[in-house]
């Protein structure tokens, strides 16, 4: 699947529109790329112009282009701006963006610090794009007054912050720089002037926190070279196959530009408003998609599906799935009126593409096949959706049907999410590791411990309690053996 980037050029009557080039995740080896990281974003420059160019948009001068000149100081001070629009951003949207005189822009956090450091920075706690991480004086680059240094301006579905003679603390060299956030999520970054030389001292690159997910471009002198005329795309990567077939039975049809699905999700099961599933017989493959979708109060929902069947006497069920997203796939006893939900068995897989299996021993009873996106890593699947295709089976699949019952990978996720009071956390090991399952606050301090200690291979929950805590983010840190994986899960009271 292609990411569709607009390019602008400036022309005598004002920006036009001049093509639609597509960001690829097959380009040229002349391009310098990379990623991508745990939210599936990836980079592209213009090392050749095949898949990134350098399109400058002046703003000086543009009319409708705003100075930003209430920065707390001209050295690490701190700006608030108006984006116009709902921009994503590892999964989350934000309609504002907080501006630091040191060269990046955050959301949710209002962080100051000049020295660059390498992604991720425990320095920058929240959400933050670096474009020129550096130490960075608005009044040292030739603007004396530091006044309309840092500029933006509003378009329809884009808005342009530029950076313009900006000077180091040392007062060498007068850096001129931009980012164009899209709607959709797409980030582009262009090097105007860099008068005075590139210092090594600077930082270029995304990431969603200290704990998790990060991208980075450059950091001082390891990675790729800026230079004058340089533009990188941070978009994200997307990556289809094969799912539902004919005859697969599908899912009642869903609109994800419902900002109301998740009280009228047609088989949002227990997250639905009353509750609703699809039933079905043990043996019928069930298809349908998988997507996250913002809901009431800008909160971010996913779509959730229930397939409801019966076992008449007690036995050995399993479950056999291929999907194209990052996927949780459980059993679920929902006790029959959502009043207590237990996670049977199941598999947390963050691949792509993958077919998996599992297989647990139920009483007589009626249980719920469970299939959602894994809430961590939502970010490829706003604006599109990606297809699963899932069979419950009476007793043990032969190996020659289904890949083997181990897990291949380990894995880490949480559901509910966001949750009041309480989230259940799953992992999942390969083979049987010595784990520590530890929550943290933002600030890093440690609020709770949910194992520690040998466990085998397969999947294991435990359930976190928030009731004595304040709403917030807070993170769900797995290190197993060599793995160390971060999930954010989000108290909602």
């Not at 980012?179 to 990431?207: E, H, P």
């Not at 979708?293 to 008449?312: A, H, K």
């Not at 929902?334 to 049977?344: L, P, R």
Request: glycine share 10%; aromatic share 14%.
């Amino acid at each position: 699947m292609a990411v569709l980037a607009t390019l602008l050029v400036m022309t005598t009557g004002g920006f036009a529109n001049v093509s639609q080039s597509p960001i690829r995740s097959t380009h040229s080896p002349l391009d310098n790329s990379g990623g991508p990281d745990d939210y599936h974003y990836a980079f592209v420059d213009n090392s050749s112009p095949d898949t990134a160019t350098y399109d400058w948009i002046e703003l000086r001068g543009l009319p409708g282009t705003v100075g930003v000149n209430d920065f707390t100081s001209h050295d690490d001070g701190i700006s608030t701006i108006p984006l116009g629009f709902n921009f994503f951003f590892y999964g989350q949207f934000y309609n504002s963006a907080s501006l630091c005189t040191n060269g990046f822009i955050q959301f949710n956090t209002d962080d100051d610090w000049y020295t660059n450091n390498c992604l991720p920075a425990d320095t920058l706690h929240g959400p933050t794009i670096c474009l020129f991480w550096d130490d960075l004086h608005l009044d040292r680059g030739g603007i004396n007054d530091g006044m309309d240094v840092v500029l933006f301006r509003q378009f329809q579905n884009y808005v342009v912050v530029e950076y313009d003679s900006v000077g180091r603390f040392d007062g060498v060299g007068s850096y001129k720089f931009e980012t164009i956030l899209f709607s959709d999520g797409r980030i582009k970054m262009q090097y105007n002037q860099f008068g005075g030389g590139v210092d090594t001292s600077n930082t270029i690159g995304i990431q969603q926190s200290p704990l998790t997910a990060s991208l980075q471009y450059r950091c001082s002198t390891d990675g790729f070279d800026v230079t004058e005329g340089r533009a990188i795309w941070f978009y994200r990567q997307y990556q289809d196959c094969q799912s539902c077939q004919p005859g697969d039975s599908p899912e009642i049809a869903e609109d994800p530009a419902d900002t109301s699905y998740y009280h009228t999700d047609p088989n949002g099961g227990c997250n639905s408003d009353p509750p609703r599933y699809i039933s079905i017989a043990i043996g019928q493959t069930v298809c349908g998609h998988g997507f996250f979708y913002l809901g009431p109060s800008n909160l971010t929902y996913r779509d959730t599906d229930w397939y409801t069947f019966t076992v008449v006497s007690p036995e050995t069920v399993s479950v056999a799935y291929h999907s194209e997203f990052a996927a949780q796939v459980g059993i679920i006893d929902f006790h029959g009126d959502c009043s207590q939900i237990d996670i049977v068995a199941g598999v947390y897989d963050t691949t792509f593409c993958h077919d998996s299996s599992f297989s647990t021993y139920l009483m007589a009873g009626t249980y719920a096949l469970f299939v959602a996106p894994d809430f961590d890593a939502p970010a490829y699947l706003f604006g599109d959706t990606l297809g699963y295709r899932a069979t419950v089976y009476h007793g043990v699949l032969a190996a020659d049907n289904r890949p083997a019952l181990q897990p291949a990978s380990f894995a880490l996720s949480s559901y509910p999410n966001p949750f009041n009071p309480s989230t259940q956390l799953a992992f999942t090991l390969p083979e049987r590791e010595n784990v520590r399952l530890i929550i943290y606050d933002v600030t890093g301090r440690e609020v709770a411990e949910l194992a520690d200690g040998s466990y085998p291979a397969g999947v294991h929950t435990v359930t976190f309690d928030g009731s004595a805590l304040s709403s917030g983010i807070y993170f769900a840190r797995l290190t197993a053996g060599r793995y160390d994986a971060s999930r954010k899960i989000v108290l909602l009271k």
